[in-house]
T-cell receptor, first 117, second 111 residues
Framework: NAGVMQNPRHLVRRRGQEARLRCSPV?????VYWYRQLPEEGLKFMVY????????ESGMPKERFSAEFPKEGPSILRIQQVVRGDSAAYFC???????????????FGEGSWLTVV | DAKTTQPPSMDCAEGRAANLPCNHS???????VYWYRQIHSQGPQYIIH???NNETNEMASLIITEDRKSSTLILPHATLRDTAVYYC????????????FGTGTRLQVTL
């Protein structure tokens, strides 16, 4: 998948703990997207970030979820006080740019599987 | 982004061509057609995209009708490893332009 790296690949958390998922985009990409896929369901957009800025967070739950993409380092999706319903696969994707490119392909990582027990 | 319609499932014999249709009758002039696939328990994989002209790469061919209201993804020689859910997505590649996934077509390649 063209170099988007996600870790951890699998994460187990107890209810009430915090989960942090990290995403390193393809080298040179400055746009990051996070998606969630619940068991047996489709991919749902969560948030779109450009370096240090949240561009679109229309798919993010209002509470407990946050995302950042700092100037240096990976993008982080943070889930506080996890509940069993947060158990899902979380996919990160990246693109070179978001503006006016005639193709601007988005590439995905292999995902982080969160299990809340 | 325009809505797309795909058949929920298709079967294809190994070695034969798999032709996956997609309707996007409300597509606008600056929207591209993208195809991704998701093999079980893996991340979505980019396959191909196009605007008006037919496109071909090492994975597949994309045929877009002249009126751009529908397209077909062709896997010329399907293998068992092509079994996956295939998503057709239309998108304007610009600011704040995310991919919106529908339900896709579940392609089952059989011996």
């Amino acid at each position: 998948n063209a170099g988007v790296m996600q870790n951890p690949r699998h994460l187990v958390r107890r209810r009430g703990q915090e989960a942090r998922l990290r995403c390193s985009p393809v080298k040179g990409h400055s746009h990051v997207y996070w998606y969630r896929q619940l068991p047996e369901e489709g991919l749902k957009f969560m948030v779109y970030l450009q370096k240090e800025n949240i561009i679109d967070e229309s798919g993010m739950p209002k509470e407990r979820f946050s995302a950042e993409f700092p100037k240096e380092g990976p993008s982080i999706l943070r889930i506080q006080q996890v509940v069993r319903g947060d158990s899902a696969a979380y996919f990160c994707a990246s693109s070179l740019s978001g503006t006016g490119d005639s193709g601007n392909t988005i590439y995905f990582g292999e995902g982080s599987w969160l299990t809340v027990v | 982004d325009a809505k797309t319609t795909q058949p929920p499932s298709m079967d294809c014999a190994e070695g034969r061509a798999a032709n996956l249709p997609c309707n996007h009758s409300t597509i606008s002039g600056n929207e591209y057609v993208y195809w991704y696939r998701q093999i079980h328990s893996q991340g979505p994989q980019y396959i191909i995209h196009g605007l008006k002209n037919n496109e071909t790469n090492e994975m597949a061919s994309l045929i877009i009708t002249e009126d751009r209201k529908s397209s077909t993804l062709i896997l010329p020689h399907a293998t068992l490893r092509d079994t996956a859910v295939y998503y057709c997505i239309v998108r304007v590649p610009g600011t704040a332009s995310k991919l919106t996934f529908g339900t896709g077509t579940r392609l089952q390649v059989t011996l």
